[in-house]
């Protein structure tokens, strides 16, 4: 028997997919199928929204990179509380270290979403990801994304005003992911993106951070070792919540990591 | 009976471009390949990357050249790429955790190597498979476990197929020297 054969013979014992993991896979499949299809129908808020210009009305501004700064900083502030706050359970009911199980999914959004036509390469090429064709990014980050031209006076930090914002983070994943009294956590379910252990959550803002309270935020935290990336959006007590999380869940399951 | 011959994966990629849900179509004729595939790379996370190919390849479903009848280059480019992101990052977080809880040292194995490592354990071809570079490893597991010709690989992997051609030349031949070695002591061989 050849070397080629031996290597053939290692997947042997390779297993079945499981029937349930593949259906489900299937079916997240679809899912993210339904968003692209429902752009397509008649009448669809994103077909008359894109016919002006815009994914939604927007009467106030959004501030989701302070958004971004606020889950950063509630995660900080555990942080800096010393060791015993660091060791504390990363997630609620969880393992410090994301674990490969399969929590109850959360709700999917079934609403329309403008396909991912676009792409952009975040700072220092560490990430691609695509967004709506149409849609405006700051030009030299990849890293906030709306269907409007980004506004940038008035931000923390300078940065624009964005429906959805991605970011990566120079804290490890760990400590961002337990949002500490900032917030408290509606739901949690581990995930893997990009090939990386992830944590998706709801949070609501309890009132003790930026935030008012009562705020929701819809926010993947991805493991890059000493990083973390940050995607989130952020409720603005307009109607379009659903639909952007629908949209923040397309673009991560778009997203390529590069380098180690 | 005249029959249709089945539609190719380019036709079909370029049809759910207008209708999304056809892509499924993609997912059921390759699924349980990338399974497997990723089955030998990373081992029990297959299932979770697997899923992640399909999301991936659907939402770059755009930038799919349909002169190319077949996806499967195309997926296990998508795969390997996905199977040694999680490798690394597996292998970092597990030095993190063993930072941290201070436990004694294993080896320090790390990345695609770890996998291969819990195969040798059983199979000596896949310790011999460790001591392949990554850029030679690569297209040789394409070529064995993903069942592609050497221009399939090229596309896979965006190599020129001479370079396919010799490092999977060079990969095998350094197996079997591998192999002749381990017979040579003696060694279980599992031929």
Redesign the interface.
Known sequence: ????E??????DD?????PG??A???R???E??????AE?TPGSVTRLDRARGTLRRRPTKVLAAAAAVVLVAGAAVGLLGGDDATDRLARPGTSP??A?TRPAPMPEAQDPTP???ASCTGPEGRYEI?YPEGWHTNADGCELFDAEPLDLEGAIGGRGLAAISVGIEPA?FDALVDPGDSARLSSSEER??????AVRQLRVSTGTGAAPEGTRTYVYFL???DQTLVGSTRDTGEPDFEERRRLLD?MM?????HG? | MVTEAPETDAAIITRSRDDPRAFAAIFDRHYDAIHRFLWGRIGDAAEDVTAEVFKVAFERREDYDPNYPSAKPWLFGIASRLAKQDLRTRARTRELRERKTKEPDQPAIRGPEQRLHELALSTPVAGALTELPERDRDPLLLYVWGDLTYEEIARSLDLPVGTVRSRIHRARRVLRERLAEGTTDGRDDDG
Do not use: H, N, Y
């Open positions: 028997m050849d070397e080629l031996r290597l053939r013979r290692m997947l390779a297993p079945s997919p499981g993991r593949k489900e896979a299937r997240e499949l679809l993210l199928a339904e968003g692209d299809s397509d270290t994301p490969r396909a991912l036509a695509r490890p893997t993106v990009a090939g990386r252990p493991d890059l070792g397309r399951a778009s997203l390529e990591i180690s």
